[in-house]
């Protein structure tokens, strides 16, 4: 047995000894993609549309990736507020509400505040920046700043913009309905803002030192090399299509260009920054079970994917992760439509044109021959032989297990099977930490409210035994394999911290526990030491 192990109780480990990764001394960037609502079923259709079905895109060439559950507190189908809640986070809550535990009670009473791990990293003197082609104070932006029982609440999330924690350095996406006053009028649609409350935040955040932009040309036109926080807001609510964007009356900037400056822009700051970019509009297609904006959105993220890669290669102490907050629709390629026969086994079907190498078809109605699956709308199935597609089959969130992809430092920890709160785990490891270095607090049942931190490597487990019986905990360290066991025999119904020491030698390190009371599992979890 390693003689650097020290364990109050029985441990056994198993695997050989591997060397962790260094933290770099310049720090680690964090980029965390989201493909919102992305169904892992629907991705072929998106590589043969883009690069063929003997191609690799770029979301292919992500060298880690693992299956992982993206289930809620209070149910196993999430929606974007639980599900960005659980990788901000590291809890889980119920669907609707954002960054709160679980004594929240959605739309009517607010929970305890959780920290994400984007306020700590601007705490910890980190840029921040989040990407969307939503609103920006819709569930998964908003997962990076706000706390409230009720993500539909837009005019108290948005006001967290200015009022939380912090703010994030760089805002680029949709939403001048809530982020103005019902004196403002828009220049796209003519509509009112929404804040009934007087403020306008764009104002406000104009008198924090934010230059503001609302358009293609004044997007092209910003220097991302300027030090002036931004904000850019291109739309009135949510931004267009991919394929719809060139009709848009101010123009809109695509989801990689906006991201492609957004880590220029980061970058340039001299800091180490966490930059979040949400794909939204895949949701938003696979709710309306609409193929052709389905993979033309995915091919956006793709290429927003690449330039991510691209930043990551050049900069080797980034860490970037993609993971999906829930799939919508359960899309799925299913092959090639052509009447009267659907083509399963007869060729590729009708070539996709792409003469211009953007990775998008020159023939938008090229994609007709996809034949497509829903899973959310079972009597309709194809996109065939149906005159009324949109008021009959409308999509939900459904409840696949989802893909993670992962590169750079310490990505190698994203294999096999996990859950969406390991997100969390990944990025606050790669996350600075307040001096001195502690070890970590696992309290398994409530078992106690005044708890000190222990020593650094060392895990304290607290328990309240519900009887006499025995506890087991298991302990597997995801980058070695090693395997550590504890026990401990319970004669009254008292509460007990259980201390466990890791081998410093294997830090920083991820771990998933399980624990068991008298043979019946009781639940697991994941963790992080430095």
Known sequence: ?????????????????????????????????????????????????????????????MPHNAYYSAYAADSWINDSAGGITAMMTGH?????????????????????????????AAQMGYATGIVTNTEVYEATPAGTYAHHHNRKDFTSVAAQLVDGSFTPDLIFGGGREYMRNTNYTDPEEDAKGKREDGRDLVDELALKGYKYIESKNAFDDWNPRQKQKILGLFAYEDMKYEYERSGDKLGEPGLWEMTGKALQYLHNTGKNFFLLVEAGKIDFAGHANEKIPLITEGLAFDKTVGLAQKYAAEHPNTLLIIAADHPTGGGCAIGIEQEPDLIEAYGWGIPIKDDDNDRFPDNIEDLQNIAFGWSSSPPFYLNRNITDYRNHAKGHHTAEDCLMFASGWNASLVDGYMDNTDVYHLIKLALPSPQPVTGKIIDLNQASSKISPPPRGETAFYYNPPAAGKLKIQIRNLKSGKTYLLDKDFTTAKPVKIAWKADIKDLPALFKYEYSFNGKSQGHGTFGLK
């Open 92 to 120: 889980k809550t119920e669907r609707g509400v954002l960054n709160q535990d679980t004594s929240a009670v959605h739309k009517k009473s607010h929970g305890l505040n959780l920290e994400t791990s984007m306020e700590y």
């Open 1 to 61: 047995m390693n003689p650097c192990i020290n364990a109050s109780l029985a441990v056994i480990f198993v695997s050989l000894c591997l060397i962790a990764p260094a933290f770099p001394s310049d720090g680690v960037n964090i980029i965390f993609i989201v493909p919102d609502g992305f169904s892992p079923g629907s991705w072929s259709a998106v590589r043969y549309a883009s690069v063929g079905p003997q191609g690799r895109t770029n979301l292919d060439n």
